[in-house]
């Protein structure tokens, strides 16, 4: 039993900068539930904000980089497809912040004709 966990500490350093890389991407991972659980609370009701999805990307991110150094499949499986949902969805909040910004926006056909003239 002492040998098994032994095995699993880190003997060289290369091995644990990817250890560390490996453990910073899960803090950073369980960070976003953080993040989405504050803000809800703030707004007092279920609320997505965007660092829940960079928080999730980067952690996926270094996790996946951890994953295909140890040639773990089933992590890198799991964790290379999150990555498209997670740069989908900041795609997806991005256009509708940019499209909102722009309805706000006033338009030189939204002013009146006295205001244009002036």
């Known amino acids: 039993m002492l040998s098994?966990?032994?095995s699993m500490i880190p003997g060289t350093i290369g091995e644990w900068?990817?250890?560390c890389?490996?453990?910073c991407g899960?803090?950073?991972f369980f960070m976003r539930f953080v993040v989405q659980w504050i803000a809800s609370e703030r707004?007092?009701?279920t609320v997505v904000p965007m660092a829940f999805w960079?928080?999730?990307l980067c952690g996926t991110l270094m996790v996946l980089a951890y994953a295909i150094y140890k040639a773990d499949p089933v992590f890198i499986a799991a964790y290379s497809l999150n990555i498209f949902i997670y740069v989908r969805n900041l795609h997806i909040a991005q256009r509708c912040a940019r499209d909102s910004a722009s309805a706000q926006t006033p338009q030189l056909d939204d002013l009146p004709a006295k205001a244009i003239s002036d």
Do not use: A
């Open 17 to 19: 900068i990817w250890f």
């Open 54 to 56: 960079y928080l999730s």
């Open 26 to 28: 899960q803090f950073t």
């Open 43 to 45: 707004k007092k009701r």
């Open 21 to 23: 890389v490996g453990l």
């Open 4 to 6: 098994e966990v032994t």
